[in-house]
T-cell receptor
Framework: NAGVTQTPKFRILKIGQSMTLQCTQDMNHNYMYWYRQDPGMGLKLIYYSVGAGITDKGEVPNGYNVSRSTTEDFPLRLELAAPSQTSVYFC??????????????FGDGTRLSIL | AQSVTQLDSQVPVFEEAPVELRCNYSSSVSVYLFWYVQYPNQGLQLLLKYLSGSTLVKGINGFEAEFNKSQTSFHLRKPSVHISDTAEYFCAVTPNRDDKIIFGKGTRLHILP
């Protein structure tokens, strides 16, 4: 049971480039989330999804896009990378039933630098 | 709206000494409370959670936390820390009928030999 898997683990981008951060989970969880973590700022929610085909904005969605075509996958897309998007990105998931009652399972993160 | 405040950004403590990491929250509705730990270069792991019932919650690795509704606090404690407890600790809150968890800014625990 792999849990939540994120790829790549590290990436350096140039300003204006685009990329997709991959996230997949094998726990059949309906809820999936993308967070970014900046030093001293805790975790900020970028986007989340309550099931396949359904996504919604979190606290800091600008500059990002997501899709959820399957239960397992929840990719995060950066269209025009900017230095402000340098951060560590975490994907997480939780089950449908009593989502508030379930701990979120986290991936190990993608460390992204925009130069 | 809910919010979480972790009062200390860094806490140094000697090995085998006790530690308390402070967390206060604000909410107009009942909440569920969590503490997560993040070891270097890893994702977050759940330490413990308060959902209802006993206000003293025991978690993994010898940690415990006490929910105090009147003081809106959920402080994390351990009676004797080890070098392996060096990590960042996050307090989090979820409103009862919501599915999004709100995280505090984190407290970095430094264990001194």
């Amino acid at each position: 049971n792999a849990g939540v898997t994120q790829t790549p683990k590290f990436r350096i981008l140039k300003i204006g480039q685009s990329m997709t951060l991959q996230c997949t989970q094998d726990m059949n969880h309906n809820y999936m989330y993308w967070y970014r973590q900046d030093p001293g700022m805790g975790l900020k929610l970028i986007y989340y999804s309550v099931g396949a085909g359904i996504t919604d904005k979190g606290e800091v969605p600008n500059g990002y896009n997501v899709s959820r075509s399957t239960t397992e996958d929840f990719p995060l897309r950066l269209e025009l990378a900017a230095p402000s998007q340098t951060s560590v990105y975490f994907c997480a998931s939780s089950s449908l039933d009593r989502a508030y009652n379930q701990p979120q399972h986290f991936g190990d993160g993608t460390r992204l630098s925009i130069l | 709206a809910q919010s979480v405040t972790q009062l200390d950004s860094q806490v140094p403590v000697f090995e085998e000494a006790p530690v308390e990491l402070r967390c206060n929250y604000s909410s107009s509705v009942s909440v569920y409370l969590f503490w997560y730990v993040q070891y270097p270069n890893q994702g977050l792991q759940l330490l413990l959670k308060y959902l209802s019932g006993s206000t003293l919650v025991k978690g993994i690795n010898g940690f415990e936390a006490e929910f105090n509704k009147s003081q809106t606090s959920f402080h994390l404690r351990k009676p004797s820390v080890h070098i392996s407890d060096t990590a960042e600790y996050f307090c989090a809150v979820t409103p009862n009928r919501d599915d999004k968890i709100i995280f505090g800014k984190g407290t970095r625990l430094h264990i001194l030999p």
